[in-house]
T-cell receptor, first 114, second 110 residues
Framework: QVQLVQSAAEVKKSGASVKVSCKAS????????LSWVRQAPGQGLEWMGN????????KYAQKFEGRVILTADPLTSTGFMELRSLRADDSAVYYC????????WGQGTLITVS | QSLLTQAPSASGTPGQTVTISCSGN????????VHWYQQFPGTAPKLLIY???RRPSGVPDRFSASKSDTSASLAFSGLRSEDEADYYC???????????FGGGTKLTVL
């Protein structure tokens, strides 16, 4: 069965960077892209960007352009989301989800910025 | 402010039919598929409807959805207490070249 397993929660200081991983299993990683979606406490879902599973082609939401880097390693079937220059309002749960309809989601990674 | 507009809340009694809506524009819903997600507190969203009106395997047929022009709707027939959750619509936006979500509708079963 398809699974997306994300890295553990982290606490970061303002100005730091964080890198979240998303390990995929149960399907051919290179056949699908991975999107990253975040959810601030009590708020809705916000798409950050996505990356192809077979090349380095990434697309970013305008809001995050220049501050987010998405990468993917087909050898380990793992996607990564790095967010830089963290601010307090970046505190949120970050999800990876398989494109194109977000049929499968990771369990979420809580990032707290203090 | 979300590009897809949803009412923040909706409610109904058990057995009732309830519909929630999602309004967009020509750049998103007007040209692309709409997907719907169900989310319980503290858990990841779950795909409920994809490509406007298709149910993934395991989703009961009392959930249905439709799309017309730049709006979409999700219907619950025979509302159950376990349907109490947050519901989000999503669509690709050609102008933004990215996905957009609705702000979510919190469904309460009275």
């Amino acid at each position: 069965q398809v699974q997306l397993v994300q890295s553990a929660a982290e606490v970061k200081k303002s100005g730091a960077s964080v890198k979240v991983s998303c390990k995929a299993s149960g399907y051919t990683f290179t056949d699908y892209g991975l999107s990253w979606v975040r959810q601030a406490p009590g708020q809705g879902l916000e798409w950050m960007g996505n990356i192809s599973g077979y090349n380095d082609n990434a697309k970013y939401a305008q809001k995050f352009e220049g501050r987010v880097i998405l990468t993917a390693d087909p050898l380990t079937s793992t996607g990564f989301m790095e967010l830089r220059s963290l601010r307090a309002d970046d505190s949120a749960v970050y999800y990876c989800a398989r494109d194109l309809s977000f049929e499968f989601w990771g369990q979420g990674t809580l990032i707290t910025v203090s | 402010q979300s590009l897809l507009t949803q009412a923040p809340s909706a409610s109904g009694t058990p057995g009732q039919t309830v519909t929630i809506s999602c309004s967009g524009n020509i750049s998103n819903i007007g040209k692309n598929f709409v997907h719907w997600y169900q989310q319980f507190p503290g858990t990841a969203p779950k795909l409920l409807i994809y490509r406007n009106d298709r149910r993934p395997s395991g989703v009961p047929d009392r959930f249905s959805a439709s799309k017309s022009d730049t709006s979409a709707s999700l219907a619950f027939s025979g509302l159950r207490s376990e349907d109490e959750a947050d519901y989000y619509c999503a669509s690709w936006d050609d102008g933004l070249s990215g996905w957009v979500f609705g702000g979510g509708t919190k469904l309460t079963v009275l």
